[in-house]
């Protein structure tokens, strides 16, 4: 582990996926769970080829959310109709709910990737709620960039001043 | 006929940018700024492109260098070394030269140090002690007869986790939490320990 100080950026978590992504002074490192281990690689920003950042549903979540709403709204709709159990019914909705919820929330804000792509590794952040601070990180990420890659760029030749006209011959 | 060879978990390298939507190879065309749409799956996506400078290796050879100060290194023989490995002493040159901030280290004695994890900057795998001591807090509450126990390792944990977190500049306000929780555990688990011994003498004495 290195001890340098770092700044959160943003997380990665999905299904199988549980990363966290910070800052460091000179490159994005991805520290990827692995139980109680932590695997870390980094981005150095002298690497970075691409940034990017887009928004999407993130299909897999919606269509668990979707069908959890579903399953869970017709048991609550068979026990209300068929079985006439008021009690039960009202359970499953209120199970049903969250799901539901999670689900409109997700159609309505979308998530925001934000994607670092380098030579030999990437990192990919994901903003639920705060779209302004994807915009921030976004371009946060691209202007340390433009820094790190700059001050690497070797240095311009000092024009080399013209040679003065010879004054004319001093006339007697 | 040959046997079809099964299938096997595949581990697919990063080869570069891709599209961030479909994951589809981006060909260099398409790795430009502003609003790119991917020709794969037709989905759009904001891109910044850089173009990194070339990192560029300076090696000098016995021959360009004085009579004197030429040592070969001991992999490249045509190769001036320009150090020495901190473990072996053997001279090195510039392509041989593995430093990560630790000092120098031939790539023999590097790769014998990193898989003993005794260089602190290669490192890249590590225990997450705040999350265990997050667990161990866990478990300590739903097992609260074994509180003090839970709580002691959460405690030491927590000890670990702090410096790491420390080290890193991180928030500590959650290792704190679980501090209080693991204290708490500590010490409701010792009032029902002792409670179930009084509880035993006093039935023992009726």
């Known amino acids: 582990m290195t001890p340098t100080p770092r700044r959160k950026l943003g997380r990665n978590v999905g299904v199988m996926i549980r990363e966290l992504i910070f800052e460091t002074a000179d490159a994005i490192e991805v520290d990827s769970r692995e139980g109680y281990e932590i695997s870390r690689k980094r981005v150095l920003f002298e690497d970075v080829l691409l940034v990017t950042i887009h928004r999407a549903y993130g299909v897999g979540y919606v269509v668990v959310m979707l069908l959890l709403s579903i399953v869970f709204g017709i048991l609550a709709v068979g026990f209300q109709f068929g079985a006439h159990e008021a009690g039960a019914a009202l359970t499953f909705a209120i199970l049903a709910l969250p799901f539901l919820i999670a689900l409109i929330v997700r159609l309505v804000l979308k998530l925001d990737f934000v994607t670092v792509f380098g030579r030999r590794s990437r990192a990919v952040m994901r903003f639920a709620v705060k779209k302004r601070r994807a915009r921030e990180v976004y371009g946060h990420i691209c202007s340390r960039t433009r820094e790190v890659q700059r001050s690497m760029e070797p240095p311009q030749a000092a024009p080399i001043p013209a040679e003065e006209p010879p004054l004319p011959p001093a006339s007697e | ?206």
């Open chain 2, 1 to 206: 006929m040959l046997a079809q060879p099964t299938a096997r978990l595949q581990i697919q390298p990063y080869e570069g940018p891709t599209c961030p939507r479909c994951a589809a190879r981006l060909m260099a065309d398409w790795i430009r700024t502003g609003i790119v749409r991917c020709p794969d799956c037709n989905g759009d996506f904001e891109a910044t492109a850089f173009k990194p400078p070339s990192r560029e290796l300076h090696v000098e050879h016995v021959m360009a260098t004085g009579p004197i100060e030429a040592n070969a290194c001991a992999n490249h023989g045509k190769n001036a070394a320009v150090t020495a490995c901190q473990r072996c002493g053997l001279l090195i040159c510039a392509l041989c030269d593995m430093n990560v901030g630790t000092g120098s280290y031939c790539p023999a004695c590097f790769d014998r140090l990193r898989s003993e994890n005794a260089l602190q900057g290669a490192a890249t795998r590590y225990r997450d002690y705040a999350s265990m001591a997050r667990v161990s807090a866990i478990a300590g509450f739903l097992l609260m007869f074994l509180g003090a126990v839970f709580g002691s390792v959460a405690l030491y944990y927590a000890s670990k986790g702090f410096k790491q977190l420390r080290a890193e500049e991180r928030s500590i306000v959650g290792l704190v939490i679980v501090v209080i929780f693991a204290v708490l555990e500590i010490l409701g688990g010792l009032a029902l320990i002792l409670l179930m011994i009084y509880g035993f003498a006093k039935g023992t004495m009726k």
